[in-house]
């Protein structure tokens, strides 16, 4: 009796009691080949390894002879002077930020309105069409969209900008004023703004925004969503009660990831702003400034002491953007949506 | 239980079908009524009306897009004032969602084409001179016309530098794809992590790493192998991310069958897995060729700006295709500029050319056949089976003896 309890009741009683303690072990005999083709792929993950990190370790030894010169002072200072030895990233830094902001002004709005458009209105005939033609945007270099910018953009935007300052002149970002505080007029005090680049970059990441965005909601349970029309909801009903929700990660990771890149923009940001070392709060007026672009401008008059200098502020917007990048993609992972995805 | 319902069999009740005829007929769901039709025209004609008499009759305002975009405005308000007419708070609110879901698509994928259709059409005037792709910039300057120089150096200098980038990352990137696939184990984690952690690398970050790393330390000349290096660094964690994606759609049960069928781990890979995800595997390259192709940040610092055709990739700076765009629109010169856009132009065939590409081998799931590969697969099976009667014939025969 004891014995029919301790073993489960699958086999027959009468039959010896084979010893199953001892599970024959599975042993993966690897010939020459096989462990050759281990050590090979293993070594090309290791050289992999290797070089991110030999990025990630040079960049952080290079900038700390910068950092230890600067401390604190380096993300306060405005000024770029590294052959005084008077440096800091506070007006680069508040450029990038700025110039990003406005880029996901543009670009959430549009992608989040694509992407429901694609995935939710559209037919399935022309669904693939608009599909690659989105993702094709995405590898547009960025050069283009930046001559773009110069010289389509920049002519067009000025009359708007000078009605909106002169209009919305009061709320303090949006004024365009000189030292004192009057008002300027002259169409050159609107030109080459955060405000132009922001809209350039914006349009830049809108496509990987959108097709992230419409991965998401192109995973919703076809069921939920009859569900909700079955129950009488209307299209607008059903996307808010079921297709938002279900996308969200995808909504956030998206609208992160396009502001990582944003973020690390040079050369369509290079091409259109003219640089400044100082704060510029107001968005509209000519003038403001990138770490990415002030690694493009300086980097050529650069001493072993600039190079550093620069190397930290490269090494404070990567750190930026990988907080933001691993941040989307962990919303992502645990979304409902990216549960399957990743 | 006895069945009672054997009592009343025979009395089948069919449908009064005169009672179904005389229901009003079904309307159809999703069809766009006639009346809808009118009400977008009513409120577009509407909104246009009164847009137009307020710019300039009214009121002094005058502006393009202005008057765009207050009509625009005007015309959701409109709409809703006349969907209000007949349908509930639910059935507007649809109606102006659906009609903005629409402009934001419209207005999305007709900016990213007149981006590239202002390129293109720009870039006409210089494309039209066959010189622009013979000759190089080296005996031209900025007030010459354009028929004379070109961009071949620029051309050359962008296949150098991507075919190097390539040869290092196609390896590098799948290699290391398949390590994290196929191998495994916390070690493959940490890599992939690291991989992620690195397609967040700014391009001017990475080409910084190069100048410093490399070209300061004299290790390697300003030159289009650092370009490459740097274009390296860039495309290869988006490679690896890629072809990770692909490899993991790999159906297990594939691996497990031709393991059990006592293929080694690396014959299934070499075999099983890689031929599953080609095409998978081609897009993934493609799609990082198109983005290294595009960079210019990372060239610009580590290579520079010249004017020769450089074919040494060891010696001496060599321009790329988007550098040299930038390098082009910083000119004043109207010739310049329209150097600039012809160059912008093929750089963007070239991308448009490798998409179309990556479209036409990949695109399709892992598995999922050509009908000239299933055809082959056909052909290869249909051998087999022969082979197998053939075998099976003759050692029957063989039995029987």
Redesign the interface.
Known sequence: MAKKIRSTSLRDPETPDVDFAEKRQLVQV??F??K???G???S??I???A?????GI??AL?AQAALETQGWNFLTETAWTPENGKFGIAAVLFGTVTIAIIALFVSV??????A???S???PERIKGF?I??????A??????????G???LQA?II??SY?VSSTFGFIPFLAVTDGSGNPLTDPSAFTSSAVIAGFVVG?MV??TQ?SVMREAFSQTPLGEKEGALALGA????M?RAVVLPFGRGGIIGGTMLGL?RA?????AV??IISPIFEINPQILKSGTNSV?SL??LR?GEAS?NG??A??AA??V??LI??V???TA?SIVANSRSGAESN | MTLKSSKNKGTTHLPDNTILAQQPKKRSLRKFRFEDVLDLIGSAASSFAFTWLLFGWLTPLQ?T??FVVFNFFLFLVMYGLISSIKNRG??I??RL??V??????I???S???F??F??LS?GQLALGNLNFFTQSMERAGPLDPLYVGGILHAVVGTLIQITIALALTI???I??A???N??GGK??K??RT????????????????V???FI?TGVVPRSGLAAALAIT?MM??IV?RASDVVLRLVANNLREASLALGA????T?WHIVLPTARSGLVTAVI?GT??G?????PV??TSGVSSVTNFNPFEGPMISL?LQ??DF?KSPEPTM?AR??GT?AT??LV??V??ALA?ALGGKAPGNLTKRGQRAVNRKSAEDQNRIETLMSKSSVIERT
């Open positions: 690897s010939d080949a096989d050759t083709f281990a090979v792929a293993r090309g993950g050289i992999t390894l070089i991110m990190a030999a990025v040079f960049l290079r709005p549009l992608g989040l309105g694509t429901l458009f694609i939710e209105v559209l608009a690659s033609l989105v993702d094709l945007m590898a547009v270099p960025s050069v283009v969209f930046g001559i773009w110069v010289f389509f067009n009359p708007i009605w349009l809108v496509p959108t209307t299209r607008w009903g996307i990582g973020l690390g923009e040079t050369i290079y091409m990415s690694i493009a980097y072993d190079l550093s620069l190397m490269g090494l917007l990567f953007t990988l933001i990048n691993f993609s | 502006s897009i202005g639910q059935e609110r649809d969602v659906s903005l879901l629409f402009s934001a698509g207005i999305l994928i900016a990213l084409l981006v590239v202002y390129t720009r390896p590098l990137g290699g290391t398949v390590f994290l196929e191998i070690f493959a940490f890599v690291i991989a992620d952690a690195m397609t967040a690398l700014p391009s001017i970050v990475a080409g910084l790493f100048l410093s790393a300061r660094v290869l964690p690896i080694s781990k690396w014959r890979v799609l198109a983005r192709i595009g960079e210019t940040s610009l610092l988007p765009v930038f629109v500029i600039g856009f912008a750089l963007l991308v448009l490798l998409f479209r």
